[in-house]
């Protein structure tokens, strides 16, 4: 029976917004809510683990009985870093670990949902990630918004910052245009094959990890997310926005 684990990256040293899985919304940590919606997918609290090599977010995890795992400071990436947790922990080879970013405080629930059933339905995928619909040129052009190029079977083929799948005969049509969704999902079996790769030239030319994946010959899952997405937090300025609509809530 294959198990599902949630791990979520956290570290310090943003350099955007340093510390920013601390900063608070409703008197609790951005690391908190980020947690809580991982219990709100179903998850129990054995099952969803905080990694950080931050003993400060260590603390504040512990203060909040929430899992969490100290890690090594010297990972170049939250994969590494989920992968330590996966070898900690020891968990199984077919296991399923969700990567759910640290800085997403409204990640939706449905989001996570969708991307483990997809994942459980379809084992001949090594990882697993979410795409959703673009219909805006500006986002379509926009170099920051990653879009996914994706096959018949619902199989990743490229990942570009590029506007692409350009269409010849009418370059304002976005029918086939995803926006990539920066959740991932992988058997342990495939986390550990994926970081024990070098970077690609393709990750490095892009900035891509995913195209690390992809370079080496493994197969990606696109789960197709249909659904609002809020922003996550990458600035002060997104942070004064999410804190606003979450306080607003209440």
């Given at each position: 029976m294959?198990l599902?684990?949630?791990?979520?990256?956290?570290?310090?040293?943003?350099?955007?917004?340093?510390?920013?899985?601390?900063?608070?919304?409703?008197?609790?940590?951005?690391?908190?809510?980020?947690?809580?919606?991982?219990?709100?997918?179903?998850?129990?609290?054995?099952?969803?683990?905080?990694?950080?090599?931050?003993?400060?977010?260590?603390?504040?995890?512990?203060?909040?009985?929430?899992?969490?795992?100290?890690?090594?400071?010297?990972?170049?990436?939250?994969?590494?870093?989920?992968?330590?947790?996966?070898s900690?922990?020891?968990?199984?080879?077919?296991?399923?670990?969700?990567?759910?970013?640290?800085?997403?405080?409204?990640?939706?629930?449905?989001?996570?949902?969708?991307?483990?059933?997809?994942?459980?339905?379809?084992?001949?995928?090594?990882?697993?990630?979410?795409v959703?619909?673009?219909?805006?040129?500006?986002?379509?052009?926009?170099?920051?918004?990653?879009?996914?190029?994706?096959?018949?079977?619902?199989?990743?083929?490229?990942?570009?910052?590029?506007?692409?799948?350009?269409?010849?005969?009418?370059?304002?049509?976005?029918?086939l245009?995803?926006?990539?969704?920066?959740?991932?999902?992988?058997?342990?079996?495939?986390?550990?094959?994926?970081c024990?790769?070098?970077?690609?030239?393709?990750?490095?030319?892009?900035?891509?990890?995913?195209?690390?994946?992809?370079?080496?010959?493994m197969?990606?899952?696109?789960?197709?997310?249909?659904?609002?997405?809020?922003?996550?937090?990458?600035?002060?300025?997104?942070?004064?926005?999410?804190k606003?609509?979450?306080?607003?809530?209440?």
């Amino acid at each position: 029976m294959t198990l599902v684990k949630v791990v979520i990256p956290a570290r310090f040293n943003s350099s955007r917004l340093p510390g920013k899985p601390l900063l608070e919304i409703n008197g609790k940590p951005i690391l908190w809510h980020v947690y809580q919606r991982c219990i709100e997918a179903g998850f129990s609290r054995e099952d969803v683990v905080l990694a950080t090599d931050d003993s400060r977010i260590f603390a504040k995890a512990e203060e909040l009985n929430l899992s969490v795992v100290m890690t090594s400071s010297a990972h170049e990436s939250g994969t590494d870093r989920i992968n330590e947790v996966a070898s900690l922990k020891r968990w199984h080879s077919d296991d399923l670990v969700i990567n759910v970013q640290g800085d997403e405080p409204l990640i939706p629930v449905k989001l996570i949902k969708d991307l483990v059933k997809f994942a459980l339905e379809r084992p001949c995928f090594s990882m697993f990630t979410a795409v959703t619909h673009l219909h805006s040129l500006d986002s379509f052009h926009n170099s920051n918004v990653v879009k996914a190029i994706v096959g018949e079977q619902n199989q990743a083929l490229y990942f570009t910052r590029a506007a692409a799948p350009l269409s010849r005969d009418n370059i304002t049509c976005l029918e086939l245009a995803y926006r990539h969704i920066g959740i991932y999902g992988y058997t342990v079996s495939a986390l550990k094959k994926f970081c024990s790769y070098k970077e690609a030239p393709l990750e490095v030319y892009e900035k891509l990890e995913q195209l690390r994946a992809l370079s080496h010959g493994m197969s990606i899952g696109v789960c197709h997310y249909l659904g609002e997405l809020p922003h996550g937090v990458d600035t002060p300025e997104d942070y004064e926005l999410i804190k606003e609509i979450m306080e607003s809530k209440t």
